[in-house]
């Protein structure tokens, strides 16, 4: 079974607005951690933001936040004010015991 | 935050041969490390968990004969392609696990191996 999923095969956003990439998990564990990691197209992942699911609150990183909705199981990243350098692809992971599971990522394009 | 490493950064190797992939964690000793790859406007797939001192655990389907990794110090561990096939080419990423990151699980990426074979 898919243990996480990013609907959202690519999205486009007007440089200076906000935007929202989707990512549902499943699991059955009570502990875990959700991450999100950029990767330009030079192949590097860069890590985003982290949040522990016990976490009451939403994690925030400058620009990125999270927004965890434990319930829906979902782990929406916003992204603030886009910038043109935020073009890349986006992947949503998710720590369950021992292993990590990743989507199959977004890509965001800014538009100027 | 800590920094992995990655050696070489892009290869390219004939047909039948072997080529080694080096991960260094470089200000963190790293008891796991992980090997993925990545096939072109994919996602990271998992191969296997390298853990220093023992034998590396490889996810189903990945023939740990062809794609062999060590780990034998806190600092390295190294896969090695072995008698690569063109099939074989992809985007290579190595990842360490570092236990006093602020993220109890966190991961740290390397830069990634792109590996040609011809």
């Known amino acids: 079974a898919q243990k996480i999923t990013q609907t959202q095969p690519g999205m486009f956003v007007q440089e200076k607005e906000a935007v929202t990439l989707d990512c549902t998990y499943d699991?059955?564990?009570?502990?875990?951690?959700l991450f999100w990691y950029k990767q330009p197209s030079s192949g590097e992942m860069i890590f985003l933001i982290y949040?522990?699911?016990?976490?009451?609150q939403n994690a925030t990183e400058g620009r990125y936040s999270l927004n965890f909705q434990k319930a829906r199981k979902s782990a929406n990243l916003v992204i603030s004010a886009s910038q043109l350098g935020d073009s890349a692809m986006y992947f949503c992971?998710?720590?369950?015991?021992?292993?990590?599971?990743f989507g199959t990522g977004t890509s965001l394009t800014v538009i100027p | 935050g800590a920094v992995v490493s990655q050696h070489p950064s892009r290869v390219i190797c004939k047909s039948g041969t072997s080529v080694k992939i080096e991960c260094r964690s470089l200000?963190?000793?790293?008891?796991?490390m992980f090997w993925y790859r990545q096939f072109p406007k994919q996602s990271l797939m998992l191969m296997a968990t390298?853990?220093?001192?023992?034998?590396?655990?490889?996810e189903q389907g990945v023939e740990k004969d062809k794609f062999l990794i060590n780990h034998a110090s806190l600092t390295l561990s190294t896969l090695t392609v072995t008698s690569a096939h063109p099939e074989d080419s992809s985007f290579y990423i190595c990842?360490?696990?570092?236990?006093?990151?602020?993220?109890?699980?966190?991961?740290?990426f390397g830069p990634g191996t792109r590996l040609t074979v011809t």
């Open positions: 990842s360490a696990r570092d236990p006093s990151g602020r993220a109890t699980y966190e991961q740290y």
């Open positions: 699991t059955s564990d009570q502990s875990y951690g």
């Open positions: 949040q522990g699911s016990y976490d009451e």
């Open positions: 992971a998710m720590r369950s015991g021992n292993q990590f599971y």
């Open positions: 200000d963190f000793q790293a008891t796991t």
């Open positions: 390298s853990n220093e001192g023992s034998k590396a655990t490889y």
